[in-house]
């Protein structure tokens, strides 16, 4: 049986519908040694965010994915209370980001103690809550991979070989990506259990080619008005040499900057499906493509047996 894993509980991977694979609800930056629940208000940052959750819901958006991890403002009852209140089915993670965003625990534990640590939050819950994740949230720095942030990627490969849970890695540049796919599948893990997340940042298509090459989820998640045209261009070329199931998109849009008075500059969930579907059909991609990049590619890589 396979599922996909929400805050609200497990659904069918044919019901999670039209889907935001990287987006933000709340967003802290000042540090892993000073994050804290105590910095904001949650009824607040539930109030200004629920209209945008409801903005893209009556645009047709079902699944959205929470990419914000622990120690950078991830706060799951929050995002139950919104995927209660908006109808959105939303997805949290287990993992850890990168310096300054590690806790102590990483580099005091082995690396099998983190794998457990994080495979708890996906089989039983998060902070003692019913509350589960439903994928592994990681990130790699630029160029070859330092010793803490492998550290980090073998700890996501052993959650994801006894969860399979997918690992989405904050990556961006390619040499980076390729020593990350190194790693992983020194460790077992099947290349199709990674996202490289902002893919579209790298200027060099042969990593992107290879990486779909080798089974990888290739996400192009910065999309906005403002650089649609490039979107547009990556998704032509990927498509003409035949990876349109290795590819989602997204906007890595939001959110509520913890710090900023009423959360600073919000930007809103609705570009992608309000506009860039449009220009997709003006560009010729018929509708099997849209529904892959829109649908069935987010469940495929979400799911979970």
């Given at each position: 049986m396979e599922i996909i894993r929400t805050v609200l509980g497990d659904i069918a991977p044919d019901d999670l519908g039209i889907t935001l694979v990287h987006e933000h609800i709340l967003c802290d930056f000042i540090g892993a040694d000073k994050v804290s629940k105590e910095r904001y208000d949650r009824k607040e940052v539930f109030r200004l965010m629920l209209p945008y959750l409801s903005e893209i819901y009556r645009s047709g958006v079902r699944g959205f994915v929470d990419c914000t991890p622990a120690y950078l403002g991830r706060d799951t009852q929050l995002l139950?209370?919104?995927?209660?209140?908006?109808?959105?089915?939303?997805?949290?993670?287990?993992?850890?980001?990168?310096?300054?965003?590690?806790?102590?625990?990483?580099?005091?534990?082995?690396?099998?103690?983190?794998?457990?640590?994080?495979?708890?939050e996906i089989k039983e819950g998060i902070d003692g809550t019913p509350i589960k994740a439903g994928f592994i949230k990681i990130a790699v720095n630029p160029g070859e991979i330092i010793p803490i942030q492998q550290k980090i990627v073998r700890a996501a490969a052993l959650c994801s070989l006894s969860t399979g849970a997918i690992i989405a890695c904050h990556t961006g540049e390619g040499v980076a990506a390729m020593h990350l796919l190194r790693i992983l599948e020194n460790e077992g893990v099947n290349p199709n259990r990674l996202i490289i997340v902002h893919c579209d940042a790298v200027e060099d298509l042969t990593y992107h080619l290879e990486a779909a090459h080798r089974g990888a989820w290739v996400e192009y998640d910065a999309l906005s008005e403002q650089n649609a045209g490039r979107t547009l261009k990556l998704l032509d070329v990927m498509i003409k040499k035949g990876y349109e199931g290795n590819i989602l998109i997204s906007q890595d849009a939001g959110w509520y900057n913890v710090g900023e008075e009423r959360g600073g500059n919000i930007r809103n969930y609705v570009y992608l499906v309000r506009d860039f579907v449009n220009l997709l059909s003006e560009r010729g991609f018929c509708r099997d493509i849209k529904d892959k990049l829109l649908v069935s590619n987010p469940a495929r890589a979400f799911k979970m047996a």
């Amino acid at each position: 049986m396979e599922i996909i894993r929400t805050v609200l509980g497990d659904i069918a991977p044919d019901d999670l519908g039209i889907t935001l694979v990287h987006e933000h609800i709340l967003c802290d930056f000042i540090g892993a040694d000073k994050v804290s629940k105590e910095r904001y208000d949650r009824k607040e940052v539930f109030r200004l965010m629920l209209p945008y959750l409801s903005e893209i819901y009556r645009s047709g958006v079902r699944g959205f994915v929470d990419c914000t991890p622990a120690y950078l403002g991830r706060d799951t009852q929050l995002l139950a209370d919104l995927s209660k209140a908006s109808g959105i089915r939303i997805l949290t993670n287990t993992g850890l980001y990168k310096e300054p965003f590690l806790p102590k625990y990483a580099f005091e534990h082995s690396v099998d103690q983190i794998a457990d640590t994080w495979a708890h939050e996906i089989k039983e819950g998060i902070d003692g809550t019913p509350i589960k994740a439903g994928f592994i949230k990681i990130a790699v720095n630029p160029g070859e991979i330092i010793p803490i942030q492998q550290k980090i990627v073998r700890a996501a490969a052993l959650c994801s070989l006894s969860t399979g849970a997918i690992i989405a890695c904050h990556t961006g540049e390619g040499v980076a990506a390729m020593h990350l796919l190194r790693i992983l599948e020194n460790e077992g893990v099947n290349p199709n259990r990674l996202i490289i997340v902002h893919c579209d940042a790298v200027e060099d298509l042969t990593y992107h080619l290879e990486a779909a090459h080798r089974g990888a989820w290739v996400e192009y998640d910065a999309l906005s008005e403002q650089n649609a045209g490039r979107t547009l261009k990556l998704l032509d070329v990927m498509i003409k040499k035949g990876y349109e199931g290795n590819i989602l998109i997204s906007q890595d849009a939001g959110w509520y900057n913890v710090g900023e008075e009423r959360g600073g500059n919000i930007r809103n969930y609705v570009y992608l499906v309000r506009d860039f579907v449009n220009l997709l059909s003006e560009r010729g991609f018929c509708r099997d493509i849209k529904d892959k990049l829109l649908v069935s590619n987010p469940a495929r890589a979400f799911k979970m047996a």
